[in-house]
């Protein structure tokens, strides 16, 4: 094979790298769109610049990444090594080294996207099923005696319900139903703390309350089974989860969402100091009323007495002692009247009763009976006895007419096999199986032959 002859300066296109990664990374950025990229964050760099540099690896491979100052000032957490996270991305190429990287635009705790898409499915399905319904929502009532609270019995969260029921409201009662709020036994507590305020039915409403945290530490009250049993609490439910910016599932189905366990604490009870300054009102007023009154009822006895000087209580004594003799004569006639109609009415009732009632006609009912069960007893044979001479007659009358004493004076019914009746001895050649019934018993025979009867000429003409 003959050589080929190098090729001349003049016709070689050469690159520089500058080039070649520049032309790399055109076709890289032309050629892949904006991704989803999930992996586990390493060597997490973050320099005085603000720019985020970082690797992106799973178990088959790892990927170079940058995020700039103006997108992670954006985010709402911070991330750390070992942390896996979603990014959305562009890829590219960094001319200066030949590296293959992304442009990071957007991260998400992979974590805590999932927990965020099964938050938004659960609020769906119970916003669906009407359990957000505003027209669910309970009033709170304004001074409960007794105040229940579902938290953890060693967070700061009830120290704040505490501090502030103490301070606004001393005079009422507190029961702590005592739960986890994070972790695995926290949904199992929670429930079983709802349950037993429930079950108790010893406060007026409910406080269910934790600090703040991130969405995984406030994961358990975004359970489906804790929001219906919030749901179903005989008493009205407040919620004061986290911090004003978190949201739970347990939130939604309350009847009062607090923004913080001590906004719960505010809006269950009223400002001790305001109802003082409000009693102190009210005792001002009613003072002034009742001195008032006083006067005014002074003013009356006094009109009263000067009315009582003009007129002499002895006369009036004395009409009202002939007033009530009058009465008294006049209620006794009324009463000796009274008595003896309603004598009268008694006695036409007594005679009315004796007339309808139950004793008389339950013997005349007795009566009866007997007198027909002896009837009954002296016709009862007679008309058995003229059955019985009915039913013989009957029977001999059925006996003569029936085909069974034909066959006890010497005939017999001849049947083919298939069981028709024969009538013609045409009906059944030779060979054919027949079955005869007697007075007593059966025969079964084959036909021989087959004998015409004159006599039976269809031909002839009777006479």
Known sequence: MPLLPPSTP???????????????????????????????????SRPASGHWYFSLKDRDAQVRCAMFRGRNTLLRFAPRDGQLVLVRAKAGLYEARGEFQLVV??????????LQREFERLRAKLEAEGLFDARLKRPLPKAPATIGVVTSPTGAALQDILNILRRRFPAARVIVYPAAVQGKEAVPQLLAAVARAGERAECDVLIVA????SIEDLWAFNDEGLARALRAAPMPVVTGIGHETDFTIADFVADVRAPTPSGAAELVVPDGAAWRLQFARLESRLLQVAARRLRAEGEHLARLQRRLALTHPGQRLQQGAQRLDELEQRLAGVLRLRLADSRLDLQRLVARLGQVSPVLKLQRLTARRALLEARLRATLPRQLEALGRRFALAHRTLHAVSPLATLDRGYALVTREDGRLLRDAADAPPGTRIEARL????????????????????TETPA
């Open 10 to 44: 003049s016709n070689r296109d050469i690159y520089s790298v500058g080039r070649l990664n520049r032309e790399a990374r055109m076709l890289i950025d032309h050629g892949l769109p904006l991704l989803w990229v999930e992996g586990e964050i390493s060597n997490l």
């Open 439 to 458: 007075g007593r018993g059966r025969l079964r025979a084959t036909v021989d032959e087959t004998l015409a009867d004159p006599s039976s000429d269809p």
């Open 105 to 114: 635009e957007h991260m998400e705790d992979a974590g805590a996207g999932a």
């Open 210 to 213: 934790r600090g703040g945290g």
